[in-house]
């Protein structure tokens, strides 16, 4: 049975931040025991279903796993939003039981849990840890006070700080932090100071992203009103360079386009995406990958709690996309296509420092990377947008300020 990313969204903020579009709400704090209780079943049917209908192998740098157990495989587990870290420990302690006793969770699984700083505390630190989360990772965004209140953050930057340390206290070994950059009125100097106080910290893991301006944010309303300034991309690319200076002169290896990690800390359960392997994602607005089927789920938490009602009727052999579509638990559903398996393939894979392998990719879609696309290849390899090593396709240097540029090459 081939292993599994389990993606679990919590989809509550005690404030929603001007800049995020992700599918999150704040003051409906009322549906959390309801919507707990709807995720546990969501876990727990999907379990039944995946250990009736195993998932056959694919093609991935992942191994099959066999235990002896009829149970799905999950090799990573991460609990995002939203703000996880807002649920109760015991809210978290129930939803990793669940997950425990619904899949086989691998012995060596990456478990995260995003938090807020604000959340960090010892008493909720020791919870997740008894609850099995051996990974966090803490958004704090800035270490600016200024600009934090311009992101709409709840917490200051020494709260920031405390948490971490806190974290450490407990004894979580492995954290990362998020940061953001690229924001409306930020200096170059404001970034480094972050930068140098982070890397003081020494997590094992680091998020770097630069702000998209995303539609319908109150954010890119501020900026369409003049209200802030609009971001400066030269300035956003010089920031990002600094980054991979500073970051690599601490001995962090950027392995994503927004990722850097000390050795042996990169994000398990991120690369089971960016390589293109399977996924099930439980909770409202959550995407699935699995057998060649894209999903997604109903966005809206109450619907959300009413469909997993109905559906928990269902026989475990129904638990499948087309059903639960008909059903109305998911919002959409589409077989992939080998053209668009491919095209995603790489789309994916190039954001990574390991680039594409061709000899894999050879084997499970029956072409090489320039049969497959040799009008591409070429020109990204003439404009010096990306590089062949070790039979791998790969970002060049100057590709990786371009990615985009790299990857919408691929879906024509």
């Known amino acids: 049975m081939t292993s599994i990313a389990l993606y679990i969204h919590v989809p509550f903020c005690e404030t929603k931040c001007p800049y995020c579009d992700f599918n999150t709400y704040a003051g409906i704090e009322h549906l959390v025991p309801q919507y707990v209780d709807a995720l546990a079943q969501e876990l727990r049917l999907w379990g039944q279903a995946l250990a009736s209908n195993p998932l056959s192998d694919v093609a991935s740098p992942r191994a099959t796993i066999d235990e002896g157990s009829s149970q799905q495989p999950v090799a990573t587990l991460f609990f995002g939003g939203g703000t996880p870290s807002y649920l109760s420990p015991e809210h978290i302690q129930r939803l990793m039981d669940t997950a425990r006793a619904s899949f086989h969770l691998l012995p060596d699984a990456e478990a995260t ?53 806190n974290a450490r206290a407990a004894g979580f070994a492995n954290i990362n932090l998020d940061l953001m950059f690229g924001l409306p009125g930020q200096t170059l100097a404001q ?28 954010l890119e309303a501020w900026v369409r009103g ?20 500073q970051a690599g002169a601490a001995g962090y290896r950027r392995y994503e386009i927004s990722n850097w990690a000390l050795p042996g800390y990169e994000a398990q359960h991120n690369l089971a995406y960016w390589r293109s392997q399977p996924y099930l994602g439980v909770g409202p607005g959550a995407h699935s990958y699995l057998e060649g089927q894209r999903f997604a ?11 997993v009602r109905e559906c928990s009727r269902l026989a475990p052999s129904l638990w499948t996309p087309a059903v639960l579509k008909e059903r109305g638990l998911l919002e959409s559903a589409e077989a992939v296509g080998a053209r668009q398996e491919m095209a995603e393939t790489m789309m994916m ?15 499970r879609f029956g072409l090489g990377l320039q049969e497959a696309y040799p009008r591409q290849v070429r020109e990204l390899l003439d404009l010096r947008l990306l590089r062949w090593e070790d039979g791998r396709l ?7 300020l371009l990615g985009n540029e790299v990857f919408h090459r691929f879906l024509g």
């Not at 954001?351 to 050879?362: C, I, K, M, N, S």
């Not at 790969?394 to 990786?400: E, H, S, T």
Request: proline residues 7%; charged residues 30%.
């Open 191 to 218: 970034w480094q100071d972050t930068l140098e106080r982070v890397l003081h910290l020494r997590p094992e893991h680091l998020s770097l992203y630069c702000l998209t301006l995303e539609e319908g944010t109150p």
């Open 349 to 363: 894979g190039l954001r990574l420092a390991e680039g594409v392998p061709d000899e894999p990719f050879r084997q």
């Open 394 to 400: 790969k970002l060049a240097p100057r590709g990786w």
């Open 297 to 307: 789920v109903t966005r809206s938490p109450r619907a959300y709690v009413e469909r």
């Open 113 to 165: 849990l995003e938090s807020n700083p604000g959340d960090v505390t010892r008493e909720r630190l020791d919870a997740w840890r008894k609850a099995g989360v051996n990974r966090l990772s803490i958004g704090a965004q800035s270490l600016d006070d200024g600009l934090l209140h311009l992101l709409g953050r709840r917490h200051s930057a020494a709260e920031a700080m405390q948490a971490y340390r």
């Open 226 to 245: 003049g209200k802030v300034p609009e971001p400066d991309p030269d300035l956003a690319a010089d920031m990002y360079e600094l980054a991979q200076e």
